[in-house]
T-cell receptor, first 112, second 114 residues
Framework: DAGVTQSPTHLIKTRGQQVTLRCSPKSGHDTVSWYQQALGQGPQFIFQYYEEEERQRGNFPDRFSGHQFPNYSSELNVNALLLGDSALYLC???????????FGPGTRLTVT | KQEVTQIPAALSVPEGENLVLNCSFT??????LQWFRQDPGKGLTSLLL?????REQTSGRLNASLDKSSGRSTLYIAASQPGDSATYLC?????????????FGKGTKLSVIP
């Protein structure tokens, strides 16, 4: 049973560019959340998707957007990249709003 | 603002020692609390989850307790091993309509010296 998978593993982009990160949830899970983790910090909640809708959003600008597909996989898009967007982006999945969230290995984004 | 604080930020202990990691949260209206382990540059591995109605959970050498009234949780690690070296994160899911996110502390970086 595959856990949460994310792609790519690492990514290097230039300021002003756009990036798309991908996440496949754990089998049987229908809810996907995205978190940003800067170096030395705890993860910060970006948003959560359930039934292909954004259900809750954290304190992130509109440059951060997402999508959930009918197979429950999800994408995180970031436009007009800033140096401060450099971070580890983590995807977590769960069944509806049930007890436990399972995290993927993350995508390391570096903006130069 | 709901905040989660972890003390200490870093801890170094000799192998075999028992240790306690602390987590405090500002709002006692929580749904559950989860402890995670994170190895450098990696994702999060869930260690223990405590529901708001529970007082503690145990898994192997790990024991987590929850005191909602005081806004505190502790993670106890018995007979520490070098393989326990990692950053330990505490995360709270608050109750209430429309509350789906986890709020994390900054973590405690643990080093177990052989």
């Amino acid at each position: 049973d595959a856990g949460v998978t994310q792609s790519p593993t690492h990514l290097i982009k230039t300021r002003g560019q756009q990036v798309t990160l991908r996440c496949s949830p754990k089998s049987g899970h229908d809810t996907v959340s995205w978190y940003q983790q800067a170096l030395g910090q705890g993860p910060q909640f970006i948003f959560q998707y359930y039934e292909e809708e954004e259900r809750q959003r954290g304190n992130f600008p509109d440059r951060f957007s997402g999508h959930q597909f009918p197979n429950y996989s999800s994408e995180l898009n970031v436009n007009a990249l800033l140096l401060g967007d450099s971070a580890l982006y983590l995807c977590a999945s769960s069944f509806k709003n049930s007890y436990e969230q399972y995290f993927g290995p993350g995508t390391r984004l570096t903006v130069t | 603002k709901q905040e989660v604080t972890q003390i200490p930020a870093a801890l170094s202990v000799p192998e075999g020692e028992n240790l306690v990691l602390n987590c405090s949260f500002t709002d006692s209206a929580i749904y559950n609390l989860q402890w995670f382990r994170q190895d450098p540059g990696k994702g999060l591995t869930s260690l223990l989850l405590i529901q708001s109605s529970q007082r503690e959970q145990t898994s192997g050498r790990l024991n987590a307790s929850l005191d909602k009234s005081s806004g505190r949780s502790t993670l106890y690690i018995a007979a520490s091993q070098p393989g326990d070296s990692a950053t330990y994160l505490c995360a709270v899911k608050y109750s209430g309509a429309g509350s789906y996110q986890l709020t994390f502390g900054k973590g405690t970086k643990l080093s177990v010296i052989p």
